[in-house]
């Protein structure tokens, strides 16, 4: 068995080969699998491809694939030593070999490590960072003059808070004040909320593991100057930093930190510190109930065979679809209005994660990686793109996203919404001949259904968990490092460029750019 730092990469083990001659022969061409025929051929094909996880049932039926595949799939994970470097992955091994650190966003929802001596320090400093934050939460939420949190963070530290602030409020009434959140460098969206608030009764959570991020610095910036142009005189009690990096906190300004490690990346980072608008939002049981339905996800991560365990199956699907099918997206449809931000979340946690084209040890990889994710909440995507997932040119994978029950009182709406969604998934699976061409549904058209109990802390953790283990196990088999990021580097050094050439009257500040570029900087000099 491979460990973790000699593992093969999914290329290089002996199932990769039979694999792709399995999609050559049985899933191409005329001949190709149907998943009508799939399901008259096989009594057992719902069950066989539906899995239970803690708060998440999966139905993979509807996805082309066979027992063969899902077979040669299972052993490949195993050759490519995916529990090693799982088991890696949870004990705090420095898996993030290019940042030389640990993966610690696991300890966050209180997965103990096996072995002490193999755990970092910060480790034990998390309960200690947990308690500050929820004591802070418990205060801010029992401050009746504080009636407006916004959070300012980008990326990281904007998708997940936000994302789960408006799962979990659409579902529960909430007591504590409005929580808003900021991320575009865009003025727009600063100045349309400022205009609502009062300074005396906002606090402004500046989120950003480093501290350094040109969006996040420049809209806390004109928060503080709009809070003091408004007559506030108590940026201490006003502003709070949550970050990895408090030393450049105090710098800026801002005394009161919430820490965390770096060990924690930023898409990986809700369960920290920076969650604290979501403890505020829900309070501190919401915010453990969240963690406990994550630490589920993680134990069922941790202790089930690779053929039932869910993230790893979800991430093998992946791989056939991408490698074998060389299908380039995804599509992910929450029929849930408080998940309406996931397909963006997703982007960031996948396409971030995965999103490369050298392995771990620098190698140029031979196969395709992370797929496009997109998508929009259902039912409101069915008027929008469904057209071409039914009818286009492109086979694209859908991902349904329910929850069999409903937090409102208006019955009728759930029923109708469920229904859309089935409807959706067997009608894409189903096809359909047409008296005319265009009326015609060619079918065969591949879906998975996530249902979730409800949408409660506990089952939207769950999920969320459940997303970060499938794109470590896809990045895993890949051979990628899931957790460094460095391709969003190279934009960030352009724009302080472009800014000076923007700034100057000099015509010289453009020399050293490109024509293009160039003259894009002189129309939009001259307004
Ligand atoms: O939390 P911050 O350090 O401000 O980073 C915010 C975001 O920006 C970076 O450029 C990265 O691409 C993201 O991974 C990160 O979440």
Redesign the pocket.
């Known amino acids: 068995m491979a460990t973790w730092q000699d593992r093969p990469r999914c290329d290089e083990a002996p199932s990769w080969a039979p694999l792709l001659a399995h999609a050559q022969r049985a899933f191409t061409g005329k001949d190709a699998f149907d998943l009508r025929a799939g399901f008259a051929a096989d009594a057992q094909r719902a069950a066989r491809f539906s899995f239970e996880a803690p708060h998440v049932r999966a139905d993979l039926s509807k996805n082309l694939i066979d027992a063969e595949a899902q077979r040669l799939l299972t052993k490949l994970a195993h050759e490519c030593g995916l529990e090693s470097h799982r088991d890696a992955l949870l004990a705090g091994e420095p898996i993030n070999a290019s940042e030389q650190r640990a993966v610690t966003h696991v300890a966050w929802r209180n997965w103990a490590p096996a072995t002490a001596e193999s755990a970092p320090a910060a480790l034990y400093s998390i309960a200690d960072w947990r308690a500050q934050m929820l004591t802070l939460a418990d205060a801010v939420r029992a401050d009746e003059a504080i009636t407006d949190v916004v959070n300012i ?5 904007d998708l997940g808070p936000r994302m789960v602030v408006q799962a979990l409020s659409a579902a529960q009434a909430t007591s504590g004040p409005r929580v808003h959140f900021v991320a575009n460098m865009d003025g727009h969206e600063l100045a349309a909320l400022l205009r609502q608030l009062r300074p005396e009764q906002t606090l402004f959570l500046v ?7 040109a969006e ?1 610095m420049r809209n806390a910036l004109s928060a503080r100057a709009w809070y003091q142009a408004q007559g506030g005189a108590d940026v201490a009690r006003h502003f709070v930093a949550l970050s990895a990096n408090p030393t450049a906190a105090r710098a800026f300004g801002i005394e009161r930190c919430l820490g965390f490690d770096e060990g924690v ?3 990986y980072s809700l369960w920290s510190s920076i969650g604290l608008s979501i403890a505020i939002a829900v309070g501190r049981e919401g915010f453990e109930a969240l963690l406990a339905g994550a630490h589920a996800m993680d134990r069922h991560f941790a202790e089930t065979p690779l053929a039932r365990n869910l993230p790893v199956q979800l991430a093998l699907l992946d791989l056939w679809y991408r490698n074998a099918l060389h299908l380039a997206s995804r599509c992910v449809v929450p029929y849930l209005h408080g998940l309406r931000a996931l397909p963006a979340y997703l982007q ?1 946690l996948e396409m ?1 994660s995965n999103g490369k084209r050298v392995d771990a040890h620098g190698r140029t990889v031979p196969f395709a990686t992370a797929a496009t994710v997109w998508g929009q909440a259902g039912s409101n995507g069915q008027h929008a793109f469904f057209q071409a997932l039914h009818q286009g040119s492109d086979v694209v994978p859908v991902e349904f996203v329910l929850s069999a029950t409903a937090a409102h009182s208006l019955p009728e709406h759930h029923r109708k919404l469920l229904a859309n969604a089935l409807a959706q998934a067997r009608a894409l699976m189903m096809g359909q001949p047409g008296d005319a061409p265009e009326r015609h549904f060619p079918g065969n058209r591949p879906s998975t259904v996530l249902l979730l109990p409800d949408q409660s802390a506990q089952s939207i953790g769950a999920l969320l968990a459940l997303y970060e283990h499938r794109t470590f196990a896809l990045g895993s088999l890949w051979g990628i490092n899931s957790f460094d ?1 460095w391709g ?1 580097e190279l934009g ?1 050094r352009h724009a302080g460029e472009i800014e000076n050439a923007l700034l100057s009257p000099d015509a010289d500040a453009c020399a050293a750019l490109d024509a293009s570029t160039a003259a894009l900087v002189g129309w939009l000099r001259q307004g």
């Open positions: 963070g980008i990326g990281g530290s989120a950003s593991k480093s501290f350094g991020t996040t990346g930023g898409r960031q971030e990021q969003v960030k």
